[in-house]
């Protein structure tokens, strides 16, 4: 019979036993911070060498401005419990320049007989948090997913702690609440279908009280700088007056605006064009026509993005502006560039614009095919505007191998008739000879981006009449391998070119503004 004995634990192991523990993770989860003993030597080298106290603590505030930047306001809160310096970090003006308020922020958690525990709005910290920081905010960021009403409860106590810091007799701590704010951001969630709905996507518009609020908070707000408003999925009596407030306070300063989906029907929101010294803009097709054209002929508009999501209606069911009215816009400002661009998880086409100053039309859309009738029809349109074209994202498409089935004509061609073109983005299957043809004939491209799974060893092309034999044999010889092209087109360029793998191509980013 085996005999087990049972010891007593000595002082070091009860002395790790008590530094483990439950802890709370970031998803508020608990877990088991378990804490191993070292060995007795590692005991013994510890208790001879001198304990180094450490220097984070006197970091530069430049340096724990940058830092503190990244963390929420829940992570900012502990990291300011670690020395005196970092809590007086927490207080750096340049930390707090954008505040994100999403259905976590400033909440507590309350139990509802209907619904269970819910998270709620803590009014008391939130005005602790306003008399402390309401004055360093810059810019505010809504991102509600499902409680409204706590975004609702912050947006009034906001507006309330600006009212009550302009009166004669307002505390201290309200004094210049939100006099820096210069950015406001509201992402609604519209799409109100869950991930088991066989229907897919079903939109419900903000309105009501929420945007009652909002409105409110924009009328206080007088030196807004940047605004965006996306997917508000509005009714048309709504989204006439949606921009009253902001038109009345910021007419002359507004710089950056951007509306997309106020409404999903046609419906032209024509207060863009009493923004003055506005910049950018970026809207939905849905929400712009002759009128808005006329209007924004005026201001001193720089770039104009017509922006497509998922939400978007279908292309087919939006009308494009009239010709006389893009041709009027381009007359009376004529440094403007239109921006053409659709992000959508599913196939989507672009809306084609007719006489408009395009400068760039990209695809954040992996499932949206290069067609020939519609890439023809936008050399005809831009030939003479067309800097920028390109899809990212991966494709969720198998692309064909015969020449006459793959883009490299359509390619070639758009390198020909745009001569503009700086920056062009290739992910469907081509062959090096394309490549290197795009190279030679495009004359002001500078930026090429190029799947490198998606290029085949081929010269496949038929000889034109017009190519010597030295240029047919220098076209087959290169196209050979991988690393020839990639040579002869880093000569053409004028720089170190090369093939992007599918992790380099997924993380690509474009640059729209690129040639102008």
């Known amino acids: 019979m085996a005999t087990f004995s049972v010891g007593r634990k000595g002082s070091g192991q009860l002395e790790v036993m008590q530094k483990a523990g439950w802890k709370i993770d970031e998803n508020e989860k608990a877990c088991y911070i378990d804490v191993e003993e070292d060995d007795e030597e590692s005991h013994e080298g510890a208790e001879k060498s001198p304990r180094v106290p450490s220097k984070w603590c006197y970091l530069p505030n430049l340096i724990l401005e940058e830092v503190f930047s990244y963390l929420s306001p829940k992570e900012r809160y502990y990291a300011g419990l670690v020395c005196r310096q970092w809590y007086s970090a927490f207080y750096l003006p340049t930390v707090w320049d954008n505040f994100v308020v999403d259905d976590r922020t400033l909440t507590r958690p309350k139990y509802n007989y209907y619904s269970g525990w819910q998270y709620c709005l803590d009014h008391m910290r939130t005005q602790n948090c306003l008399a402390r920081i309401g004055r360093h905010l810059r810019g505010i960021e809504f991102r509600p997913c499902h409680s409204f009403h706590n975004i609702y409860q912050f947006m009034t106590m906001l507006s309330w702690s600006m009212d009550k810091g302009t009166e004669s007799d307002a505390p201290p701590e309200l004094v210049g609440m939100g006099g820096r704010i210069r950015s406001l951001v509201y992402h609604f969630p519209c799409n109100m279908s869950q991930p088991n709905d066989p229907e897919g996507i079903k939109l419900f518009g903000t309105g009501g009280q929420l945007l009652k609020g909002l409105k409110e908070l924009l009328l206080r707000l007088t030196d807004l700088h940047t605004l965006k408003l996306v997917d508000f999925v509005l009714e048309r009596f709504e989204a006439n007056h949606l921009l009253d407030e902001v038109?009345?306070?910021?007419?002359?300063?507004?710089?950056?605006?951007?509306?997309?989906?106020?409404?999903?029907?046609?419906?032209?929101?024509?207060?863009?064009?009493?923004?003055?010294?506005?910049?950018?803009?970026?809207?939905?097709?849905?929400?712009?026509?002759?009128?808005?054209?006329?209007?924004?002929?005026?201001?001193?508009?720089?770039?104009?993005?017509?922006?497509?999501?998922?939400?978007?209606?279908?292309?087919?069911?939006?009308?494009?502006?009239?010709?006389?009215?893009?041709?009027?816009?381009?007359?009376?400002?004529?440094?403007?560039?239109?921006?053409?661009?659709?992000?959508?998880?599913?196939?989507?086409?672009?809306?084609?614009?007719?006489?408009?100053?395009?400068?760039?039309?990209?695809?954040?859309?992996?499932?949206?095919?290069?067609?020939?009738?519609?890439?023809?029809?936008?050399?005809?349109?831009?030939?003479?505007?067309?800097?920028?074209?390109?899809?990212?994202?991966?494709?969720?498409?198998?692309?064909?191998?015969?020449?006459?089935?793959?883009?490299?004509?359509?390619?070639?061609?758009?390198?020909?008739?745009?001569?503009?073109?700086?920056?062009?983005?290739?992910?469907?299957?081509?062959?090096?000879?394309?490549?290197?043809?795009?190279?030679?004939?495009?004359?002001?491209?500078?930026?090429?981006?190029?799947?490198?799974?998606?290029?085949?060893?081929?010269?496949?092309?038929?000889?034109?009449?017009?190519?010597?034999?030295?240029?047919?044999?220098?076209?087959?010889?290169?196209?050979?391998?991988?690393?020839?092209?990639?040579?002869?087109?880093?000569?053409?360029?004028?720089?170190?070119?090369?093939?992007?793998?599918?992790?380099?191509?997924?993380?690509?980013?474009?640059?729209?503004?690129?040639?102008?």
């Open 247 to 516: 038109v009345c306070s910021c007419c002359t300063k507004m710089r950056v605006l951007n509306l997309v989906n106020v409404t999903t029907t046609h419906c032209p929101i024509m207060h863009v064009g009493l923004f003055l010294n506005l910049q950018v803009l970026t809207i939905s097709p849905q929400n712009i026509d002759d009128d808005v054209l006329s209007l924004l002929a005026d201001t001193k508009l720089r770039h104009l993005h017509l922006l497509q999501n998922c939400y978007t209606p279908n292309h087919l069911t939006i009308s494009a502006c009239g010709v006389k009215a893009w041709r009027s816009l381009k007359k009376t400002n004529p440094r403007l560039r239109v921006h053409l661009r659709v992000e959508n998880l599913v196939d989507g086409e672009v809306v084609l614009q007719p006489e408009a100053p395009v400068h760039s039309i990209t695809y954040w859309a992996p499932q949206a095919r290069i067609r020939a009738d519609l890439l023809v029809r936008m050399v005809d349109h831009y030939r003479n505007t067309l800097a920028v074209y390109g899809h990212e994202l991966l494709p969720r498409f198998s692309s064909p191998k015969p020449f006459h089935s793959r883009i490299d004509g359509l390619m070639l061609l758009l390198c020909r008739q745009c001569f503009n073109l700086d920056t062009l983005i290739i992910r469907e299957k081509v062959s090096t000879s394309t490549l290197l043809l795009i190279a030679r004939t495009a004359k002001n491209l500078q930026n090429l981006h190029v799947r490198r799974f998606a290029v085949i060893l081929r010269c496949d092309w038929p000889r034109h009449p017009e190519w010597s034999d030295e240029f047919h044999a220098w076209l087959k010889r290169n196209s050979r391998s991988y690393e020839a092209v990639e040579r002869e087109i880093s000569q053409i360029l004028g720089y170190k070119w090369s093939l992007l793998s599918d992790r380099d191509f997924k993380q690509l980013t474009v640059n729209v503004k690129s040639g102008v």
